[in-house]
């Protein structure tokens, strides 16, 4: 089509979305969408183009309308197909830098709507079956509201599985007494053989079992894991009652328990074990909070690698991860840019610490992709001093007294 740069069209779509003006003549049939979202510079006029229909036509204006939510409601529009995609040749002039900003933020938004249905498609009758199992659990064992500020002023460590792991672990064991240890589930095996046990292990995925996670060493295992409703039920034979705690997450049958008097809890599950580690860290009140294997990239020496050398490969098998298909690049740590194979997590977590304004935190990584809101710290030039204060009290008294029924149903 004249005049136009891209055009994508999804089979089965009945919606579009379309970015710039359209030149004055236009070979598509519009005729065929029920509804059109038209994002213009805001000097563009308010009636719509000749070639949309106008009663299914809504004009929206970047950098005045509310683009996130605007795009998020659209898309809903259809539950199970996204929308065509149509970007002008007219994008630029005065307003080139927020057209080009707006097309991220789409980008982002319906790379985040395919990845949410094709997940839930793939293993939807798994969540609501796990969920289920879980339920007593969820119900008595919620992360309570208690919790808010706990640690305050203790220095954290929150360790996640990149690649980078395999360098910077030498020197989070070193100080690991110092700090209260998070770990993602699948970075525990690689503490354990540094000796370091963690004090909150985070697993939030549908697929990963303890025994794939948990260290061999009962010495090793988490002193508490904080889980999600979708959880593998494995996790209530493999942990105590008295160490599991559950986080409400985005799923419908959480908001349902709510109706039921199970109230959500105040921190919610994030996109990622790691990310949600961070959450938590930061719900607790730890400060400064301090990152290892937050990468959110592949190793670029090696792009069939995402993760450190201990994680347990079967972890990821369904994952769909293709090492030669070409990823998206992000804003690198020591290069301009680098391939990311989580775009939508990177997005999410990124902006959340840019808007960060409580603990101070620290990146100690030597590649991986840049988080805006962090203080960049090579391994090699990792430097820690712990606090005087004592932090075994202040855990233990996390977990004591027990959390009874009544007390969940109010956390």
Known sequence: MTGILLDQHPNGATTCIVIGPLPD????????????LHWLG???PASPHPALPRDRTQIAYIGVDPSEATLERFVRLNPRRLPSLIITNAIGGRFADAYQRFITETHRVLESAHRTRFTRQQDGFNWQRHILQ???????????????????????FVCGAGPSLDVSIAQLAASAGGAVI?????????????????????????????????????????????LASVSPPSWQEAIRAERRFFLSGNQLTDDWFASQGVARTELSVTESCGSTAIGLAHYLGCDPIYLFGLDLAVDPADPARRHQSQADPALYANSRYDPAARLPKVPGNYTETVPCFALGDWQELDARLHGNTGAKIFNVNDRGARLRGTTLVHPSKFRFTPTAEEKTARLAALSTPPISAAAATTA
Request: aromatic share 8%; net charge positive.
């Open 42 to 44: 805001n000097d563009a």
């Open 25 to 36: 003549q236009v070979a598509r049939n519009f005729g065929e969408f029920r509804a059109i």
């Open 182 to 226: 998070f770990s993602a589930d699948s970075a525990l095996r690689a503490l354990a053989r540094h000796q370091v046990r963690a004090d909150f292990a985070v697993s939030i995925d549908l697929a990963k079992i303890p025994t794939k996670c948990l260290p061999s060493d009962p010495a090793f295992t988490p002193a508490q894991v904080v």
């Open 134 to 156: 879980n339920a007593p659990s969820y119900a008595r064992r919620r992360v309570p509201a208690a919790w808010a500020g706990a640690l305050r002023g203790l220095p954290a």
